[in-house]
């Protein structure tokens, strides 16, 4: 294949005076020491792409967080010396928040201890590869490095019960799998519409969530009152409600988010003597960061550990373990396709399915 790099690319752009994203032209990456070059193939979407890009993303930064696509160049140093040019690669990065790092792009430069190379004989197509970015590996983060799941092959006795709440999230599909996976029983919520495909990807119970009190005494009658652990894939409106509702009341009780609790939720917590935590995936970078204007979040280097040893055992979850994408949906444009779809998540009109743009061919 060509190796032929250019020295501009067309990505996906913060504007410079606007908080709005564009599409234009932008400088190839350089390589730093221990990183690969990656020519992109396809991308999936996920929301924080399009909160990054209204609220958080400094002017001139490259959106997107998922990617696969093609080892074009190698760098120097590589701590993963396992790459050559033309391997078929995947993973994420911390879209939104730097100028040469963002995954709707051309051109995408990431450590090479921090990607994972996909099997170019499958089972899981280079189309596919994208959707085990964010969703993946913020299930595994939360349900083996909090919650304290046992990491395959290891399992549990099969006794104790989890909730996924939002099972029909792209975090939530994963982690309805790798729960399943672990040895624990699997309750989760979802619309009726849902349900079906949740319980296809390793849910044992379904529970409708608009009905606040019915989806407590569901979960609760589910777990026998002796529900232990949550993972909240929603974490936004009156989610910390069901969640913290449906925990027994006795030993240690863990509730973790994907977005900071509220005042309301840290109290009804605390009342009920729950454990709470926030996980943000950005943390398996091992780099410090600002989130929220003003709030820095420390380097975790056990995260960015973690996050290697993923990189390295994900072909054995997609092949061995069996660990299936999401459903996808393509989306037309390419680059220029995205900010539409934007749109169709802002006004909620995706569910059920990963949003998926093909950027080159390979």
Known sequence: MSTHIPSTMRALVQHESEKRAEVKDHPVPALDKNEILVKVAYVSQNPTDWKHSAYLSPPGTVIGCDYAGVVVQLGEGLVNAGWKVGDHVAGMVHGGKFTDKGSFAE?????????WKVPTEGPVTLHEAPTYG??????????????????PPEKADGKDWILIYGGSTSVGLFALQLAKLAGYKVVTTASPRNFDLVKEFGADEAVDYHD??????????????KLAKCLDTISEGGSFKICLESFGTEGKRKYNMLLPISEEGKKLAEEKGIETETTLAYTLMGNEFEFMPGQKIPAVPSDREFYVKLCKDTPRFVGEFGIRPNPITDRDGGLDGILDGFELMKNGKVSASKLVYKVASV
Request: proline share 5%; glycine share 10%; no cysteine.
């Open 212 to 225: 606040e009190d019915k989806a407590v005494k569901a979960i609760r009658e589910v777990t026998g009152g």
């Open 134 to 151: 964010v969703g993946f590996t913020t299930a595994a983060q939360v349900l083996y490095t909090r919650l304290g799941l046992p990491y």
């Open 107 to 115: 051109y995408l430069r990431v450590p090479s201890d921090l990607a």
